[in-house]
């Protein structure tokens, strides 16, 4: 699968998110960072179906709501029972999930990628101590071709789940052959620290 960035479309869509925040009567629910940050990645890389699994309602549903509209696709939530709402979901381009559900691991596991394959995000603070890692979520043969952390707001995970063959990062990280670098995100200043093994 191959991404292909449009930053026309990722300003429209941030721009749309934007103003859906800042017109929404009740104020932000949460972090307004992580939710035109989202908005802008789904007007990007044109996602036709955006599938939302919030905690509680906030702001990435209306900005992910708004930029979904933007791109002409479709948006999606998933409040409760997500194994079945997921399975009716089928080719998901874009998933945005709150780590601190209760069923964030049983909605990772049960997303059906679309032909181009699937970005996913997680935030909600899904960077602390015994948090299941991201990519052992996923769907057994769930090809990760590339994760990354981002330290904004609570922190935010952003993993792209190719189709079809080739390598995985789970492949690439063998526990055998150990990296020559050590990367250190302080979770607090977002300063990332690469140290190298002697």
């Known amino acids: 699968m191959k991404l292909v960035w449009c930053p026309e479309t990722a300003s429209q869509a941030f721009i749309a998110g934007v103003s859906a925040l800042s017109d929404s009567e009740h104020g932000p629910a ?37 930029a ?19 399975e009716e979901l089928e080719g998901v381009d874009f998933l945005v999930v709150d780590a601190r559900r209760r069923d964030a691991a049983a909605v990772l596991a049960a997303a059906r990628p679309g032909a181009r394959g ?31 952390y981002l330290p904004i707001d609570t922190g935010v995970e952003v993993l792209h789940v190719g189709l079809g063959k080739g390598p995985s990062i789970q492949c690439r990280r063998s526990p055998r052959v150990s990296s020559r670098w050590i990367r250190h995100v302080d979770q607090e200043t977002g300063e990332e620290h690469l140290f190298r093994r002697q």
């Open 30 to 66: 949460g972090s307004a960072g992580v939710a035109e940050l989202v908005s802008a990645m789904v007007g990007g890389w044109n996602a036709q179906l955006v599938v939302d699994a919030p905690e509680v309602s906030a702001t990435t549903s209306l900005a992910l709501a708004a």
């Open 68 to 86: 979904a509209q933007r791109t002409g696709g479709r948006y999606a939530r998933v409040l409760a029972d997500a194994d079945r709402a997921m």
């Open 118 to 148: 699937m970005v996913v995000v997680r935030h909600g603070d899904g960077r602390r101590r015994g948090t299941k890692a991201l990519e052992a979520s996923m769907a057994a043969g769930t090809r990760i071709v590339r994760s990354v």
